[in-house]
């Protein structure tokens, strides 16, 4: 059963930076591709960021590109999401979230197997 627990989280102001952390328990957890989602209050939760289990394909929402950068050290079972130019709109638990397959992306909540508890993010304008 994996684990995976979010750091990083906190408040800051518009235009700052921000660095999540998703480290997971499991010796396999390097073979699967992993998320970052966020939720704000009353919107449904959407996918900010993905990398594959190699670290070598990322994508992006739309809002965050040129912004956030997601990356992985396989070795110590670690995702990180570095988020710059905060913005208010950027204001969510941020959740991250493994793929349910090995070698498989996660695109949607759907291809999600696990999910952290949840890190909150809270950029004043």
């Known amino acids: 059963q994996v684990r995976l627990v979010e750091s990083g989280g906190g408040l800051v102001q518009a235009g700052g930076s921000l660095r999540l952390s998703c480290a997971a328990s499991?010796?396999?957890?390097?073979?699967?591709?992993v998320g970052w989602f966020r939720q704000a209050p009353g919107k449904e939760r959407e996918l900010v960021a993905a990398?594959?289990?190699?670290?070598?394909?990322?994508n992006f929402a739309d809002s965050v590109k040129g912004r956030f950068s997601i990356s992985r050290d396989n070795a110590k079972n670690t995702v990180y999401l570095q988020m710059n130019s905060l913005k208010s709109e950027d204001t969510a638990v941020y959740y991250c979230?493994?793929?349910?397959?090995?070698?498989?992306?996660?695109?949607?909540?759907?291809?999600?197997?696990?999910w952290g508890q949840g890190t909150q993010v809270t950029v004043s304008s």
């Open positions: 499991g010796a396999t957890f390097s073979l699967y591709g």
């Open positions: 979230a493994r793929g349910s397959g090995p070698y498989t992306a996660v695109d949607t909540a759907l291809s999600v197997a696990a």
């Open positions: 990398i594959s289990w190699s670290g070598t394909r990322t």
